[in-house]
């Protein structure tokens, strides 16, 4: 069936840099889009969600971007920090109960 | 701390037997969801229950089976175990039944030996 599609690629980025992560969906009937910040041993933690009526959601030094038109969904972290350092998930919701994750990405903050 | 507690931590049995993981949602949740992690899988959807009653079912084999009780604590209940179904097993919870801003519990670790 459609799923998120995200390799496990890892993301090495310096610390203070801006850091992008990005996502690819195929469901085109999904509505809702989130994501989450898995450190090691711990549960994945929310960091922010997105309806697909916007595309453009800001939070503490964190940016979701939805297209639509292409699919994609990207999480941007400002100055990014050591401890910034995780396994990021993207999830979606296409209309049922359940969220869908991808593969996720790790980042790598380098000091 | 997201306020959803998973017990126990670690579990470490043989194939064939029978384990429960239970799991406490945040305070004010009436959803609670079970989700599989597997290095070769990723975040898998279990099963979802919603103020004491199934809401929806993903990949969940015939040998696991869920319930929630009414004072809305959840468990997952894993019998005739195979050594592919050592995981991580992880429980959410939300205040929603629509799937939306689910708050993760840490997780028990299952090593199936």
């Known amino acids: 069936g459609e799923s998120v599609g995200l390799h496990l690629p890892t993301l090495s980025v310096q610390e203070g840099d801006n850091s992008i992560i990005n996502c690819a969906y195929s469901n085109s009937a999904s509505d809702y889009f989130i994501w989450y910040k898995q450190e090691s041993g711990k549960g994945p933690q929310f960091i922010i969600d997105i309806r697909s009526n916007m595309d453009k959601r800001q939070g503490q030094r964190v940016t979701v971007l939805l297209n639509k038109t292409v699919k994609h969904l990207s999480l941007q972290i400002a100055a990014t920090q050591p401890g910034d350092s995780a396994v990021y998930f993207c999830a979606e919701n296409n209309a049922g109960n359940m969220l869908t994750f991808g593969g996720g990405t790790r980042l790598m903050v380098k000091p | 701390d997201s306020g959803v507690t998973q017990t126990p931590k670690h579990l470490i049995t043989a194939t064939g037997q029978r384990v429960t993981l239970r799991c406490s949602p945040r305070s004010g949740d009436l959803s609670v969801y079970w989700y599989q992690q597997s290095l070769d899988q990723g975040l898998q959807f279990l099963i979802q229950?919603?103020?004491?009653?199934?809401?929806a079912k993903g990949n969940i084999l015939e040998r696991f089976s869920a319930q929630q009780f009414p004072d809305l604590h959840s468990e997952l209940n894993l019998s005739s175990l195979e050594l592919g179904d050592s995981a991580l097993y992880f429980c959410a919870s939300s205040f929603r039944q629509d799937g939306e801003k689910l708050f993760f519990g840490s997780g028990t670790q299952l090593s199936v030996l």
């Open positions: 229950y919603y103020n004491g009653e199934e809401r």
